[in-house]
């Protein structure tokens, strides 16, 4: 079956976005295929690469890219919750004259038209709340 | 981007308007849907019936005024919204006016609305 995910809840905050990537982890591995996994809300802040965890604690971010790097999928972030919450790529932050970025390139700033595409495509669409 | 699907999206709310950026972001998400001609419903539950109150004053607060926003829908074309009966009494507002126009529902009738859905999102 095709899924997609949507992810609001803030890494380390609440259990959404760890049950999310456990989930989609689980779909993946049963042999689901996923189609986008939507990151909106405070949900954005999966995608910060300067995440530095304990080392006994799980790094969100590392293990989406790790998810992406297996399987391909397609991680996106709302540009206008992200860049809001200070969540800009390399070319988000030039644009906004900012003197560093610290999105994961594992993700990509996209539009809500994203999220349309996703609920337009997919068989569920799974919401990971805060 | 296909706009002739014909699937169901229900926009299941529950976030009161003020109480963090959630409501505010699911309208923007509705707002995007309508642009692109999807068939959404809104369904709120529990605090979003807040939302739903008309004469809010958010700007002491910073905020942009949620039943503004709200009003805009219909314009977009999206006409079907629904409210859940129970939250609307624990808040006493069986009779408040309200800044859409929302049809009382109870808690069987949420099921048919969810169980008719292709796809719910949840605010």
């Known amino acids: ?130 | 981007m296909s706009s002739n699907n014909a699937k169901q999206v229900l926009v299941i709310l529950s976030s009161s308007p003020y109480g963090g950026s959630l409501a505010k972001e699911a309208i923007d998400y509705c707002l995007a849907a309508a642009a692109f001609e999807q068939n959404i419903q809104l369904l709120f539950t529990g605090d979003s019936v807040l939302q739903l109150l008309k004469d809010q004053q958010p700007t002491g607060i910073s905020q942009k005024n949620i039943s503004k926003m709200l009003s805009a829908l219909p314009i977009y074309g999206v006409d079907q919204f629904y409210v859940e009966q129970s939250a609307l009494s624990c808040y006493g507002l069986e009779h408040a006016p309200l800044c859409l126009p929302a049809t009382p529902v109870t808690s069987h009738q949420m099921s048919a609305l969810l169980a008719d859905a292709n796809i719910t999102l949840n605010f």
């Open chain 1, 1 to 130: 079956m095709n899924y997609s995910l949507v992810v609001l809840g803030a890494p380390y905050s609440t259990a959404s976005a760890t049950t999310a990537l456990n989930f989609a982890k689980a779909l993946l591995s049963s042999g689901h295929h996923i189609f986008r996994v939507f990151f909106y809300h405070d949900g954005v802040h999966s995608a910060n690469k300067l995440t530095t965890t304990p080392q006994d604690e799980i790094n969100i971010p590392q293990q989406w890219q790790a998810l992406k790097e297996e399987y391909n999928v397609d991680l996106v972030v709302c540009i206008a919750a992200g860049v809001k919450r200070g969540i800009l790529d390399s070319s988000e932050a030039e644009r906004h004259e900012k003197n560093c970025s610290n999105m994961s390139n594992a993700f990509e700033l996209s539009g809500l038209g994203q999220l349309v595409e996703a609920t337009e495509q997919s068989d569920r669409v799974v919401t990971f709340g805060c």
